[in-house]
């Protein structure tokens, strides 16, 4: 087996009908600029899982949801899957793979064993057939298959028969979306969820504007402690979770709090900021999909992290508060400039997420380049431009993931 020197591992939401995360397909690559850059991408996938010995921390990276991961040919035969714990994974046929005898008796035996198993990118060849008894999931494509074909296949009889669950990969709009729920689709992957649908006169709720003003007062360099304390004293939830903090710290620190703004002062300006970055971003998003939080908070802590490298220590104390705006005109289903210019944010923001400038917006492009398989044939000039390694981004964006499990409501 020959060495793979530097290994990355980003995911994917696989939504349901009701857009809940109902698992992640893991997404591989050696390098920041393109997937595993050899002639056989799925077995040098495989040997990434295996050599990082990734199962062991599978929970933390797909946040106890269940990961997709792919198989070759070679790697089934070899009985790879088999190192995998059968709970905690979906195991990918990909569509290269050739149907002989010792492959069927392979998928028989992972199905006897227990272990949920999906081909990818189903492209209708009848050489499936002889596995379908097997099946459990069935993946297409949208690009690649006819909405009308998609339909057909729901409807088929050995897919009614067998109870084997769709899922529809690239889906860019909530129209394509809705088409797909209304035949009855069970699971749906795509950037769809990232992009509001804004109408005219689209207004944000007077509730939400004033988590939005919060938000942008713990975005400032330098917070002012009476505001906040004044805007927590008027919601019983944030007061609430203030104390919690405040009383974990206390128990080392032997300090009697007598208000709002002793408490927040107590707290120091890290963990306010954070504080109120996860409850507000909690409460904004109570009308969206939760994934988009989780997706906000780990690119907010990815950029923290980030910010710890000589290049951006200029930035710290902004960059996770940028992450995580990021996601807001998704969330709020309205335009990100629109709500970033009315909002008394921090400048340095204002001209990363608006004008698309500056180190935090450096920062930021560092994490979203790691996080989409889109941009897997652009090349990340940003990285060296700042002497970002490769090995750091991914420890990065894993301590992140770590973080966000135990954090996000």
């Keep these: 087996m020959e060495e793979i020197k530097n290994k990355f591992v980003a995911r994917q939401a696989i939504f349901d009908h009701n857009q809940n995360t109902y698992a992640y397909e893991l997404l591989y690559r050696n390098s920041l600029d393109d997937f595993y850059n050899c002639s056989e991408p799925e077995k040098a996938s495989t040997k990434i899982i295996l050599q990082n010995q990734l199962y062991g921390d599978l929970s933390n990276l797909c946040s106890q949801k269940k990961a997709f991961i792919n198989f070759d040919e070679k790697t089934l035969l070899a009985n790879v899957p088999l190192v995998l714990d059968r709970n905690a994974v979906v195991l990918e046929l990909l569509k290269t793979i050739n149907v002989t005898p010792d492959v069927i008796k392979v998928v028989s035996d992972l199905y006897k064993k227990g272990y949920i198993l999906a081909l990818d990118d189903y492209d209708f060849s009848p050489k499936w057939e002889q596995l379908f008894p097997y099946i459990s999931i069935i993946k297409v494509d949208r690009e690649d298959i006819p909405f009308e074909k998609i339909a057909a296949l729901k409807n088929s009889k050995f897919v009614a028969d067998k109870k084997i669950k769709i899922v529809v990969e690239r889906i860019e709009t909530h129209q394509q979306f809705n088409m797909l729920i209304q035949i009855g689709i069970d699971y749906f992957q795509g950037y769809f969820f990232h992009k509001p649908e804004i109408s005219v006169g689209h207004f944000i709720k007077p509730v939400k504007l004033n988590l939005l003003l919060l938000f942008a007062e713990v975005c400032q360099l330098e917070m002012n402690f009476d505001t906040l304390a004044e805007i927590i004293s008027q919601d019983v939830s944030l007061v609430n979770g203030v104390l919690k903090l405040v009383n974990l710290e206390i128990e080392k620190n032997r300090v009697e709090i007598s208000s709002i703004k002793q408490a927040v002062t107590f707290l120091g300006t890290d963990k306010i900021k954070q504080f109120i970055a996860i409850i507000a971003m909690s409460k904004l998003s109570s009308d969206c999909n939760n994934e988009l939080l989780r997706e906000s908070l780990v690119r907010g ?47 340095e923001i204002k001209t990363a997420l608006v004008n698309k400038k500056g180190l935090l917006h450096d920062a930021l492009e560092i994490a979203k380049h790691y996080e989409f398989s889109d941009n897997q044939y652009e090349p990340c000039t940003i990285m060296a431009k700042h002497d970002i390694s490769e090995e750091m981004l991914l420890m990065n964006y894993h301590d992140a993931l770590k973080w966000c499990c135990a954090t996000c409501p």
């Excluded at 910010?307 to 220590?313: E, R, Y």
Aim: proline letters at 4%; glycine letters at 6%.
């Design 301 to 347: 802590k990815m950029m923290e992290y980030i910010s710890f490298s000589p290049a951006f220590l200029k930035i710290r104390g902004l960059a996770f508060i940028t992450g995580v705006m990021s996601h807001i005109g998704a969330i709020l289903n309205c335009s990100l400039e629109k709500i970033i210019m009315d909002l008394p944010l921090a400048e």
